[in-house]
């Protein structure tokens, strides 16, 4: 690998100049990331690769909330604790952007059609409704939903303004079908099922969907994250002790031990920052175009003949996803250790 303009002492940078890189980046698409960070670590992983992505702007991260009493983090503002978390991964990076990071809303739509006011619902108009960009706006979703809903309940129009790329909801019935003793209610839509319903709905956003048996594809082994990550400096054994206490944990309740991890939150990277050079899309994963369904109370899917159409992804291109994180990561920590 090329030599790396050796680092500053503190190793401080920001998102529009990358110093590793040694030279500037044009990026083709802004992404709004969305996702419960007090959760499951996977959404660091995606946070950390995403950031490493010169190809995309990152205009907010958004801190959202877990479903009451999830065994990730049961407090009674995993919000909070969200923005916690992103502050300490941007501090660890040395990313001075922290003006990026905005709070959601600590609780689930409070009913049918009522927004859950937040910072990051004024945040995410603002965003969408701007007059001054010309690049595809994304919103990069890894949790529930209920931000981006309470932003469409507010303002109705951003809906053309952005593609939703969502890490989840269940599998559809002609496709895949559900893991043994699958969850009643996919995870990520139990955080805020009404919220699902809003941004499903008639008049929600274009979606580009990775469903829970895809996002289960993004498996990797405990001894390639020990090689290729938790070896790769300070952030890489970070985020490798990250999901080990998950492991631990597991073993600690008799679910485990794994061999394996599903880091299902990076899709939102490869869907977005690593489409292709000539007629721009992510040409290497496939899904099955489809009008969008509703989503019931109980989570389930209902058809709607002539709907606007969605992607519902039923592969993903994991080597070259993986891949692209850990020489990235390898690259970052290489100039935050001044190895250049």
């Known amino acids: ?9 503190d190793a401080r940078w920001t998102l529009d100049a990358p110093p590793w890189l040694g030279r500037t980046s044009t990026p083709r698409a802004r992404v709004i990331i969305d996702n419960d960070f007090s959760g ?8 950390v690769h995403h950031l490493l992505s010169p190809s995309v702007e990152i205009r907010l991260v958004v801190a959202s909330h877990l479903a009451p009493n999830d ?43 009522r927004p859950a006011d937040s910072v990051a619902a004024r945040a995410i108009i603002a965003e969408a409704m701007r007059e001054d960009a010309d690049t595809p706006l994304y919103y990069a979703a890894g949790g529930g939903l209920t931000d981006l809903a309470t932003a469409l309940l507010l303002e109705p129009r951003i809906a053309t ?28 839509l139990l955080i805020d099922v009404e919220a699902g319903r809003v941004v499903m709905g008639p008049l929600g956003p274009t979606i580009w969907q990775v469903p829970r048996d895809v996002y289960r594809q993004c ?36 679910r485990g031990p794994a061999e394996t ?5 990076s899709p939102l990277v490869l869907l977005t920052a690593l489409q292709s050079l000539f007629e721009a899309d992510p ?36 080597r070259l996803m993986f891949e692209d994180f850990y020489l990235k990561l390898r690259e ?9």
């Open 71 to 113: 065994p990730f983090d049961d407090a009674p503002d995993t919000a909070a604790n969200a923005e916690a978390v992103v502050r300490g991964v941007f501090s660890r990076m040395g990313l001075e952007s922290t003006g990026i990071i905005v709070r959601g809303a600590s609780a689930a739509l409070p009913g049918p059609g």
């Open 40 to 47: 499951d670590p996977d959404d660091l992983y995606q946070l």
């Open 1 to 9: 690998m090329d030599s790396l303009p050796p680092a500053p002492s």
């Open 161 to 188: 303004r952005l593609t939703l790329i969502w890490i989840g909801g269940p599998e559809h019935a002609d496709l895949a079908f559900p893991p043994p003793a699958a969850m009643p209610i996919e995870y990520n």
């Open 219 to 254: 498996l990797v082994s405990d001894v390639e994250l020990r090689a290729r990550v938790r070896a790769t400096g300070a952030l890489g054994a970070y985020l490798y002790d990250e999901v080990q206490l998950v492991h631990d944990r597991a073993i600690s309740e008799r």
């Open 332 to 340: 970052f920590s290489r100039w935050q250790e001044g190895q250049g």
């Open 283 to 318: 040409s290497s994963s496939r899904y099955s175009l489809r009008p969008t369904p509703e989503l019931t109370a109980e989570g389930a899917y209902r058809p709607v003949a002539g709907a606007r159409p969605m992607r519902v992804y039923t592969r993903v291109d994991v």
């Open 261 to 265: 991890y599903a880091l299902g939150d």
